[in-house]
């Protein structure tokens, strides 16, 4: 079977074209999940293994995305580990028996991902099933900085006062917190590989909260933790963070074969900050889906002109997609990611001539799959799959 351009990418391998996929491409902008959401809490859509199986589908056949994302959440690991977490509607999670001393972290139960995660797992194998090989599925977990912010903060956070209170003020509470959680969420996720996740992506959603150095110290270890014990499977790592312009020379430290960009930092200084023996995933505004559909392919564009057509990247918004997106919006970038890179294609933005035109490595008329690779190892790796 030919190898799927999302993996290509992932491996820093020249794809026939650049794959996209979005964060939180399930969910309640889509017709089809509010209709399932409608006689389901979330909860219970993750304790279902055909419904998020099924859920995790809905946009691969709607918006024909290069990627499918199981259907879970980055908070599920807590409830084993003995937290009461509700989502409360409208106001997102929340967690009644918040984590704030040193006798509440040392009373949090051990777990057994294959027992007490079961659930997820069983939807990484239906979804494997019903997939049947069309696209490939990405497993993830929530960093341990941004599961224990929500696990001490108790919900949402401006300002991650609690959390922070606990790093600087008791850090040897935090350190026992922050390796907990690191070695659940590593079980997890090799759990969820064996189980037949093809790809993984680590979400450090918050880490953009954090000065560099504090990054360093204080999550860098944990993060690196959970993505050094994933390197023997062998699947492609996706470590990802919002607001991290400041810490993306960190994050790659920590790992990730692909590092994922927020929209506010430009994809081009991204890339060569992080270095292109990494992937780069990024990295539209989700806002831009908002858009009118010419202002929405000039940013598709640019997001395209500053990948260069280089091996390693595969396209998704800077965050996950927003309730009241426009689904046909999601779908015409799908539709001009693949239009502008498949093979031979010659972008309209590249034209000779045009506005955009001007920074194609290629040899000139070719479109933006056409630049020679730029990192060791994959010459000659080209070529239709
Ligand atoms: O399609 C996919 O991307 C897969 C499913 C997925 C969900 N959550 C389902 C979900 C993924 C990858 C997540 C990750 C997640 N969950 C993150 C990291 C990604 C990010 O956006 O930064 C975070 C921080 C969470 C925690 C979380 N879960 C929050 C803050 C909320 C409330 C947000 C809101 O908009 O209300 C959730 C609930 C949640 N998880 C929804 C979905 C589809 C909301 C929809 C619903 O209630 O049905």
Known sequence: MAVAPFLQAARGERAAVTPVWFMRQAGRYMPEYRAIRAHHTLLEICARPELAAEVTLQPVAALGVDAAILFADILLPLLPLGLDLQFAPGEGPVIFNRLRTAAQVAALRPVNVESDLGHVLEAVRICRRLLDGRVPLIGFAGAPFTVASYAVEGGASRHFVETKKLMFGAPEVWHDLMTRLARVLADYLSAQVRAGAQAVQLFDSWAGALAADDYRRYVLPYSKLVLDALEPLGVPRIHFGVGTGPLLEAMRDAGGDVIG?????????????????????????????????????????????????????????????????????????????????????????????????????????????????????????????
């Open 261 to 385: 960009l927020d929209w506010q930092t430009p994809l081009d200084e991204g890339w060569r900050r992080v270095g292109y023996e990494r992937g780069i995933q990024g990295n539209l505004d989700p806002v831009a889906l908002f858009a009118p559909l010419p202002e929405l392919e000039r940013r598709v564009d640019d997001v395209l002109r500053r990948a260069a057509g280089r091996p390693g990247h595969i396209f998704n918004l800077g965050h996950g997609i927003l309730p009241h997106t426009p689904v046909e919006s999601v779908r015409a970038v799908v539709d001009l990611v693949h239009e502008k890179t498949s093979a031979g294609a010659i972008a309209p933005g590249l034209r000779p001539g045009s506005a955009l035109e001007g920074s194609s490595r290629g040899s000139g008329s070719a479109g933006f799959s056409q630049a020679p690779g730029l990192r060791p190892g994959s010459a000659g790796v080209g070529g239709p799959a």
